[in-house]
């Protein structure tokens, strides 16, 4: 259930607009795109009802692939609020249900058809979440705000695409700090040139992401007019969105014109899943202005997700704080659009200096207003725009080793193919080879303890894909916090084990770094993965293992995140936090890899006495005389 769209209902709770037809309401369910099939619910024939009451309630009928789809939350809130954007509408409610195998077939034909045989309405991954910045009238650092935001969002590990809509008024290039021309070249799969936008890396280490910028400002010099009306506004912005190679996006930030003209309404036409960020002072006379920008998006279908109220105060090196621009402003546009108040950007002169200098503040600045920029941009990731989550169910995000076993024991007994790899990834060791490897929080939620690789082999690939979703949806029923998808392509199962498999990266970050090759029983994994975090931290709260293995079978590979050689002292303190659980738990201190010089005194540290006598006895049997490595593993007696 979701609160109805303001002015939509009345206080005897009758709706003040008539409801729409359930075609009006098809209509806006084709803006809700399934993010994993790549096209909208409508045209994939996943909403097989709607229906709409006297009283403004509207019930969509919803079918999913599977029952425990991990993209059902995404599709809810995107069905909810599409519908509800609606004024007739006073509640939206969803009939689930699930697909049988035939309509999953026809739906996965589909999908492949849309793919391969329809044009994608724009250059615009459907994947992406687009947020355009706007403002009722100019001077309110809309452009500022705009350039800050998408560069905190992308120093979260990000690729975001930043285009400047602002025809005539551009200054993004300025702010950024960019001024080479664009640049259009033919690139695979092409038969005409495309715009390759400018782009700067921003950010560091596991954080590092990438801004995509385009502007007109890229096209002409600063200082010329630009005099083009209605159809070359619209034009212009319709070239933007085709014919610009932006290749994958997690986010797009449009920094729009302010009012309400015929750029305003071309996106809406073009974009229509684009969401409103409504940028004001606090001004009183500016937040009535503002407030037309959201009347025209709620006209357009398009959603308002926020408020952003700039140049809130200014503080003097005294402490004291002055609305000079008035106060209240933002937060009263919020509460009559009935949307949240994200932050407040304070009047602060290194906003300017940084905007002045193609630096923004909201990159490794220091200040209220810095940190108002960076507290905003997390707020967009984790609660207002979240990215679309395509990691695969291939890689499982699981918050314990349990959740992980038992996904391998249903995956054992899948009906289609068999059980090629189970490997478990730590949350250390993936944001390591995910950040080297440039995938960011769209990919894979970072938050989990642990991830597991599920490699299906077979000849079916609908069948495997469907035994998959099938391990995934059982293992949920049991472990409810558990998420995942299943990769999409060979390409992005491949992307995938990547991860895995690249461990050289470990290295490249932390030279020297020792190595440790373990293993435990499966019902032991967790208990030892505790101690071994427990330990470290117990060292030093900075060192981390990077941990993965074989889980299975209990085969573990443990890096630490510092360069070595270490000090003896930190050695073998180290040594005993990885070795001196694996007696009582009943593990061994080398798994496959042989003993070595390096590890003789934790074979004795570890090892069972009587496994050690037999050891002798073997070596004795087999060299008499004592003339292979004498002394080497075994003292000589």
Not at 621 to 631: E, F, I, R, T, V
Request: glycine letters at 10%; charged letters at 20%; one cysteine or more.
């Amino acid at each position: 259930m979701i609160d109805a769209p303001h002015g939509s209902g009345s206080g005897d709770g009758r709706a003040t607009v008539a409801p729409p037809s359930a075609d009006e309401v098809t209509a806006l369910l084709r803006a809700v795109i399934d993010p994993e099939l790549g096209a909208d619910i409508v045209t994939l024939g996943m909403v097989p009802s709607v229906s709409v009451a006297d009283d403004g309630v509207v019930t969509v009928g919803v079918k999913l692939t599977i029952g425990g789809c991990p993209l059902r939350a995404q599709i809810k809130k995107d069905v909810e609020t599409r519908v509800a954007l609606h004024p007739g509408v006073t509640d939206v409610r969803i009939d689930w249900g699930e697909m049988t195998s035939e309509e999953r077939s026809d739906v996965m034909l589909k999908a492949r058809w849309n793919a391969r045989e329809k044009a994608v309405d724009t250059a615009i991954p459907l994947t992406t979440r687009v947020l355009a910045i706007a403002s009722g009238k100019g001077g309110v650092g809309k452009s500022s705000v705009t350039v800050n935001l998408a560069a905190a969002v992308a120093a979260q590990g990000f690729t975001v695409g930043v285009l400047d809509a602002d025809i005539w008024g551009f200054s993004v290039p300025r702010l950024l700090g960019i001024d080479e021309p664009l640049e259009a070249r033919k690139v695979d799969g092409t038969d005409k040139p495309r715009i390759i936008p400018n782009e700067l890396v921003v950010g560091r280490g596991l954080s590092k992401g990438l801004l995509k910028v385009v502007s007109t400002g890229f096209l002409v010099e600063e200082g010329t007019a630009l005099m083009w009306r209605g159809l070359m506004l619209a034009k212009a912005v319709e070239q933007f969105l085709h014919d610009v190679e932006w290749g994958e996006l997690d986010y797009l930030f449009i920094d729009m014109p302010p009012g309400t003209g015929d750029v305003q309404m071309g996106l809406a036409r073009m974009l229509p899943r684009t969401d409103l960020l409504i940028v004001t002072t606090p001004a009183q006379a500016a937040q009535k202005v503002a407030a037309r920008a959201a009347d025209m998006a709620r006209r357009s279908f398009l959603r308002v997700c926020g408020v952003i109220e700039n140049m809130s105060a200014f503080t003097c090196e005294h402490g004291t704080s002055y609305a000079l621009f008035g106060a209240g402003g933002g937060q009263a546009l919020a509460d009559e659009i009935g949307v949240p108040l994200l932050g407040q950007i304070p009047l602060e002169a290194a906003v300017a200096a940084g905007g002045d200098a193609g630096a923004p503040v909201a990159l490794g600045g220091v200040g209220a207003a810095a940190d108002q920029f960076r507290a905003i941009a997390r707020r967009i990731v984790e609660e207002i725009a979240p990215p679309t989550n395509m990691a695969g169910c291939s890689a499982r995000m699981l918050s314990m080793v349990s959740a992980a076993l038992d996904a391998i024991r249903i995956a054992l007994d899948a009906d289609s193919g068999h059980l090629r790899a189970a490997e478990a990834l730590w949350n250390g060791y993936l944001h390591l080879t995910a950040g080297a490897l440039r995938w960011s929080g769209s990919e894979l939620g970072m938050d989990r303890e642990l991830y597991l690789l599920l490699l299906l082999g077979g000849t079916d690939d609908d069948a495997l894909h469907h035994a998959l979703a099938r391990v995934f949806e059982q293992t949920t029923q049991t472990h409810p916090d558990t998420t995942g998808i299943v990769a999409g392509s060979a390409k992005q199962a491949n992307e995938l084990w990547r991860l895995r498999e690249d461990t050289d990266l470990i290295y490249q970050a932390y030279p020297g770094s020792p190595s440790y090759d373990v293993s435990v029983p499966a019902s032991q994994i967790e208990p030892y993965a505790a101690g071994v975090f427990a330990g470290l931290a117990a060292i030093d709260p900075a060192l981390q293992p990077l941990m993965f293995g074989h889980i299975a079978d209990g085969n573990l590979h443990v890096s630490i995140n510092r360069p070595g050689p270490f000090e003896p002292a930190l050695a073998a303190q180290v040594d005993d936090v990885l070795y001196r659980d694996l007696r009582r738990l009943g593990g061994s201190f080398s798994a496959e890899h042989g003993v070595g010089s390096k590890r003789i005194q934790p074979m004795f540290d570890t090892t069972d006495p009587t496994k050690l006598a037999l050891m002798r006895v073997a070596k004795t049997a087999l060299d008499p005389h004592n003339l292979m490595n004498p002394g080497k593993v075994l003292p000589v007696a």
